[in-house]
């Protein structure tokens, strides 16, 4: 029984994930400019893995709209791997004579004339998570793959 159902399981697991991303991406209030692109997508992603699974004539086009989805996920995982690597401080440090270490990040990006942390991002303003995008991948991909098994042979 288990075995028959499987697919159906792994599809409805991506739906519930989906929308988990989807309110997680709300409450962080991740909807300014390219950063739209990361709650549409899990959006689609839970209607499309969810009529495919409701609707066998839709599946075509949820697979599709799936890859998309994963496709997004990607997209997102290099804009955050390029927000996480100019945000980070120089990893050259100057030493004085008295041995104290001071970063070495060009003018204009976030230096500090007392030698503190300075990092280019507005206080408060966290660093993102490089390879959070790619649950979103990963979720599209498993989805697509499951209403594919679902077809009979």
Avoid: N
């Avoid at 599809?11 to 994930?17: A, E």
């Avoid at 927000?83 to 030493?95: F, H, I, N």
């Avoid at 990006?109 to 959070?132: H, V």
């Avoid at 790619?134 to 209403?147: D, E, R, T, V």
């Amino acid at each position: 029984m288990l075995q028959k159902r499987f697919p159906d399981l792994v599809v409805l697991f991506v739906v519930l994930g989906c929308f988990a991303t989807l309110a997680e991406l709300l409450l962080m209030g991740h909807t300014e400019g390219i950063q739209l692109l990361a709650p549409v997508a899990a959006g689609l992603g839970t209607l499309a893995a969810g009529l495919g699974l409701l609707l066998p004539l839709s599946e075509p086009l949820a697979v599709g709209v799936l890859l998309l989805v994963s496709l997004a996920g990607l997209v997102g995982t290099a804009e955050h791997w390029a927000e996480s690597l100019a945000s980070r401080p120089a990893m050259v440090q100057l030493v004085d004579e008295e041995g104290e270490a001071y970063p070495a990040l060009p003018q204009g990006e976030g230096a500090t004339q007392e030698g503190g942390e300075g990092s280019g991002q507005e206080e408060g303003e966290a660093t993102p998570p490089p390879l959070a995008p790619l649950s979103l991948s990963g979720l599209g991909f498993l989805g697509a793959l499951a209403l594919l098994a679902r077809r009979p042979s």
